[in-house]
């Protein structure tokens, strides 16, 4: 779930379920009692459905809440915090970076950081679409070290510089849960 909407679809297909949810945030729904089996199989076909998916496993909840926190930091690129992202990682999910590192690779065939890069580039993208932002201030919100860092990368995963990219208006964004 990356966006609002999307929480509001999961709660209320929760409660048309039956079930009472006590928070439905960012890839995350609690709800006050324990599933039977069959009941999450039905609740997993009917989130299918909807574009969702139950994750019940610790592996997938912890590639999951990787997925999370960076999304998170880089829609509130406001208050990025002023750490290495591997520290910040690290401590928000309680456990070693390397470890982190190593399932999120295995499990989704990409690195952290090229995962990180993807989600910056997506966030790029849709402040230079609503065009209220020099190339400069976007840089400097999203924790570039230069101008030329944030072209060079931009380019290097779009094959677009951000000049052209701008200028394009058939604008190639990507929905955040596609990524």
Known sequence: MVCNRCNMVVRSELEKFGLHPLTVELGIAEVERELFTEEKKLLNERLENLGFELIDDKKTRLIESIKITVVELIRNYDNLPKMAFSDYLSE???HDYSA???????????????????????????????DEFSLSEIAHQLNYSSVSHLSKQFKKVTGLTPTHFKQVKENKRTPLDKL
């Open 92 to 94: 928000k999910l309680h």
């Open 100 to 130: 982190l590192s190593k399932l999120f690779s295995e499990v989704e065939g990409v690195t952290i950081e090229q995962y990180l890069i993807t989600q910056k580039i997506e966030k790029v993208k849709e402040l230079l679409v609503y």
